[in-house]
């Protein structure tokens, strides 16, 4: 249980605390630490960023020791690029080069490149702002603002890539352009700076893929950023089983590409009960039910799951009520569709 404390109105927990005295820092801190301590890592950072946002204009000091302390998650804001800054040393490598014939100027809301094109240059911002977009059901969602230091278009380094995104100037904005091969022969000198280019896009990645969700990607772009982080990719070939009858499902999973066969185990028959496709989520029935269920899933064609740990998915319904709601109801409508489907196999086994 959550620790309580006796206040003049009664027995109170640190979490109705934090709702009564919102602009208090030393009790986002504790619950922050009382939530880490539970592995709600997520909530945990929540509250911790609550507290640096006002400790860095009442005392910069004390935000600092909690960068410090617990990472830079926690000085995180919606504004802020998800994106390492230091790629300007690449710049020393384009001396050997013709620095006019690799520059590239962008005026104010100029497209550099859209999502769906092939992928043949990598950028490196040396002024100005990019703002970083995908779309979902036809509209365009936020996925990074990125400034002077940092790197676009890494989808170039991919055999055949295909911009994952589509990229705009928010102001005027200068970059240079890299060839696949010339980044490649510049991150020979600078080794350090190839592992944080692959951490990164890496990042990105999973940052665009939970973003082609249309549920993921009415949440915050921060709020995604640090889901991101906690998640990882299992394939599965077509015709492997993801999971068995009364198997627990280890973990939330979004399907980023292929389709899911779904059948139904009773004691008497295996009932087919549909698909599900790129953007459908496994793992409903546990995080909603806490039971194993006789849900069977296996992999039509080659499937790529994006996994999430359970608590992080129940640390995101706790910041959003509209994503809690959104979750009952998915999971209300795939219980819904397999109990229709079982029903009318009964009824056409009776005639």
């Given at each position: 249980m959550e620790?309580?404390?006796?206040?003049?109105?009664?027995?109170?927990?640190?979490?109705?605390?934090?709702?009564?005295?919102?602009?208090?820092?030393?009790?986002?801190?504790?619950?922050?630490k009382q939530l880490m301590a539970k592995g709600r890592e997520l909530a945990a950072i929540t509250s911790l960023r609550n507290a640096y946002q006002i400790l860095v204009k009442e005392n910069p000091?004390?935000?600092?020791?909690l960068v410090e302390e617990y990472g830079e998650e926690v000085a995180l804001d919606s504004m802020k690029p998800m994106?390492?800054?230091?790629?300007?040393?690449?710049?020393?490598?384009?001396?050997?080069?013709?620095?006019k014939r690799h520059k590239v100027k962008l005026p104010e809301s100029?497209?550099?490149?859209?999502?769906?094109e092939l992928a043949d240059s990598v950028y490196l911002v040396l002024e100005g702002e990019l703002a970083v977009t995908t779309e979902v059901n036809g509209k365009p969602v936020l996925l990074n603002y990125l400034y002077e230091g940092c790197l676009v278009g890494e989808g170039a380094m991919l055999e055949q890539g295909i911009r994952s995104a589509t990229v705009v100037s928010s102001s005027e904005t200068l970059l240079m352009r890299f060839s696949p091969e010339d980044l490649e022969k510049a991150f020979g000198d600078y080794p350090e700076l190839h592992l944080e280019f692959s951490k990164e896009s890496l990042l990105r990645r999973r940052m665009a893929i939970l973003s082609s969700s249309e549920l993921f990607s009415r949440l915050p772009m921060?709020?995604?950023?640090?889901?991101?982080k906690r998640t990882w990719n299992v394939s599965y070939k077509a015709g492997e089983t993801i999971k068995e009858a009364r198997d627990y499902m280890p973990h939330m999973a979004l399907i980023s590409s292929g389709v899911v066969h779904l059948y139904e185990?009773?004691?008497d028959a295996r009932i087919y009960c549909g698909r599900l496709k790129a953007g459908a989520m496994l793992g409903l029935h546990k995080l909603m039910r806490y039971e194993a269920s006789s849900l069977i899933y296996e992999a039509e064609s080659h499937c790529e799951l994006?996994?999430?740990?359970?608590?992080?998915?129940?640390?995101?319904?706790n910041i959003s009520p509209w994503f809690h709601q959104e979750?009952?109801?998915?999971?209300?409508?795939?219980?819904?569709?397999?109990?229709?489907?079982?029903?009318?196999?009964?009824?056409?086994?009776?005639?």
């Open positions: 620790g309580t404390f006796i206040t003049k109105t009664g027995a109170t927990s640190l979490k109705e605390l934090c709702a009564l005295h919102p602009n208090d820092p030393t009790l986002h801190i504790g619950y922050g000091a004390e935000a600092q020791q994106a390492s800054k230091g790629y300007l040393a690449l710049q020393d490598f384009y001396g050997r080069f013709s620095q100029t497209v550099l490149f859209r999502q769906g921060d709020l995604r950023f640090l889901i991101a185990e009773t004691s994006e996994c999430i740990d359970f608590t992080v998915i129940e640390d995101v319904m979750i009952k109801t998915m999971e209300r409508n795939l219980s819904d569709q397999i109990t229709r489907t079982i029903m009318l196999q009964g009824m056409q086994t009776d005639l």
